[in-house]
Every structure is written in structure tokens, then in C-alpha cells.
């Protein structure tokens, strides 16, 4: 496990390339292109071109194999989706004059749930309907099972820990070389440990299906109006057939909590004795592994999720 490669390109030269692209696979003329968002992995304009559909998204990727991968992810949640997913549209894969892929999908309505402030000061109602609506959506998904564990495409495992802790304990192998590298502060390294050392009494119950997940399914994630009306759910992450609570702990992330995502999906449907510390488990994992393949996170997070993994591993007494 390494952080990814990624292709020295700016995101003015990403948009140059975004450009050239769209023009040349749909024979159009681009009326106006403009950034809209970026992270880790790349770049996301916004075009409107002179047909039908008049706006769309170009999304570009620093990284090979994100593009395929996050339009086939796309395309496997939308046939199981009763909330919008961005339809996609084409896919380019990048060349000597343009050395990134994009990923080309329809532009949907509204605003992503967390950085409009606004969306905080809605009525109690609106945050209930709003988190009813996300968490039918999201079950939705995981009623559709799999013979086999594992990332969508490449799903091989017959059990979910056959996949899960592996990939957990790479994880934890990386962080203690960055914990010498002093990449990596000793609290967090000290928590894993911990998790690592009660891994089966955490996941003593098995993980019946494979379920289908989003991947990232934050309130960065989810679209909605002004009222909190859901309007879609973009920006999968490394979709999985896995156990469904390894969808659970992103609902608890940035302002999750605040809109009761998690809560909500608790209280309506079933889940595993040991669900809050699983997650906790899954957060704290998922935050270093991020850390690791992108060599960059947001400093106070990670506190976050090592301060919840120890209550919950006080709360059951490990």
C-alpha cells in the first residue's frame, strides 16, 4: 500500500485539456467552462456547450484507473437507485497530448450538504424528512447483494473478513512506518493497535450478505435544494460489496451528525450488536488509509475519530 501517483497537471492545464475533450468527443462548441471543485485525485469543471444537454460536468483525474472505475461505479448504483446518480456520459483516457482521463456525466441540481452553511439552520422537520430520504436511498443499495465480497468488478471474497482485514492490517503496517517516518502522530498509531488487538471481538458477528455500498457517502456526497429536498448522490469512492455498516461511519463524518444520517439509518433498520464501535473501527482505518494513498488529510479529523473509537471501546468495556 503507497500513496497514489499522481500526474503533475494544474488545474488551469486540466482545464484546457477538459476543454479539448468535450469539443472533439461530442463535436460541440464550448460556450463556458469553469472550476468548480477539486481534490486529491483531480479536477471538476462545469461546461455549457451548444446542444442538448447544455451543461455537463467534466471531471479529471491525476490518477490512472480512478476514471473507469468511478463511471462503472456510477453506472451499478444508478440501476439500483431511488434518488438520482449522475448519468455518465463518456469517458476519455488520456493520451501524449492530453495526459489525464476525464469522466464526462450530467450536471445535477443543488448543492452539496456541507459546505452550504445554510442547509444547517433548516427546521428539525426538514433535517428528519432529509435523513429519511438519504437513509431509504442508501438501504435501497444495500438490498442488493453478491455472492462475493469485495470492490465492485473485482469481488472474489467469500466472506467479508477474508477482504476486510487484510487491507486492515496493511493499513496498520503502513502507519507504523509512518509513525517512525514521523508522518504519523503516536495517539492514532496507539488507537489502531488497540482496534487491532480486539479486531475479533469487534467483528465477533458475521456479515451475512455482501451488500452494495456507495463508498463515501458523506453530506459532501449529497445534493439537495435550499429545503433539504435531496436532489442526488455523486462522487462514489472504491464501491464495494461489503458489509453494509462499512457504509455507516461516513454518515458520522463533517456535519453527519448534524442531520442525524446515522441515527436515522440505526433506527429503521437492523444492524450488528456491535455497530457504533465497528464503525469507529471502519473511521479510524479509513481516515489513515486516505492519508496513505493521498498524502494529505485535514488535521483536526483525525483526532475526531480516534476520540470516538476509545469511548466506544470504553462504552463495551474492550
Known amino acids: 500500500m503507497e500513496q497514489k501517483n499522481k500526474r503533475p497537471v494544474s488545474a488551469k492545464e486540466a482545464q484546457h485539456y477538459a476543454k479539448t475533450v468535450l469539443e472533439r468527443e461530442w463535436s460541440c462548441a464550448v460556450k463556458e467552462i469553469c472550476f468548480i471543485g477539486g481534490g486529491s485525485f483531480g479536477f471538476v469543471y462545469a461546461a455549457t456547450i451548444d446542444h442538448l444537454p447544455a451543461t455537463v460536468i467534466m471531471k479529471g483525474f491525476r490518477c490512472g484507473e480512478l476514471c473507469v472505475r468511478e463511471a462503472s461505479e456510477l453506472q451499478m448504483l444508478a440501476r439500483n437507485s431511488v434518488i438520482k446518480v449522475p448519468k455518465v456520459y463518456f469517458t476519455f483516457f488520456e493520451t501524449k497530448e492530453i495526459p489525464m482521463d476525464f469522466l464526462c456525466m450530467e450536471k445535477v441540481e443543488g448543492t452539496n450538504c456541507f459546505t452550504d452553511f445554510s442547509k444547517l439552520l433548516c427546521s428539525k422537520q426538514a433535517k428528519a424528512r432529509f435523513a429519511d430520504e ?92 435550499k429545503k433539504l429536498n435531496v436532489t442526488a448522490i455523486i462522487d462514489p469512492l472504491e464501491s464495494k460489496w461489503a ?68 469511548q466506544d471501546m470504553r462504552r463495551v468495556g474492550m
Open 134 to 225: 438519504v437513509t431509504t436511498a442508501v438501504h435501497r443499495w444495500h438490498t442488493q447483494t453478491n455472492d462475493k465480497f469485495g470492490l465492485i468488478g473485482d469481488a472474489v471474497y467469500d466472506n467479508w473478513l477474508d477482504f476486510y482485514r487484510p487491507f486492515a492490517l496493511e493499513v496498520l503496517e503502513e502507519a507504523r512506518r509512518m509513525k517512525k517516518a514521523g508522518t504519523l502522530e503516536g495517539y492514532a498509531l496507539r488507537a489502531m493497535e488497540r482496534g487491532m488487538k480486539s479486531f475479533d471481538a469487534i467483528f465477533e458477528e458475521p456479515v451475512e450478505h455482501a451488500c452494495l455500498i456507495h463508498g463515501d457517502l458523506n453530506v459532501m456526497n449529497i445534493m439537495s435544494d
Open 243 to 310: 458489509d453494509p455498516e462499512y457504509e455507516l461511519f461516513q454518515m458520522r463524518n463533517l456535519t453527519g451528525n448534524l442531520f442525524g444520517l446515522y441515527e436515522t439509518y440505526k433506527r429503521k433498520y437492523p444492524v450488528s450488536k456491535n455497530c457504533d464501535l465497528k464503525t469507529a473501527f471502519y473511521a479510524l482505518y479509513h481516515e489513515v488509509y486516505t492519508y496513505i494513498i493521498t498524502g494529505s488529510r485535514i488535521h483536526w479529523y483525525l483526532p475526531q475519530m480516534v476520540r470516538r473509537f476509545h
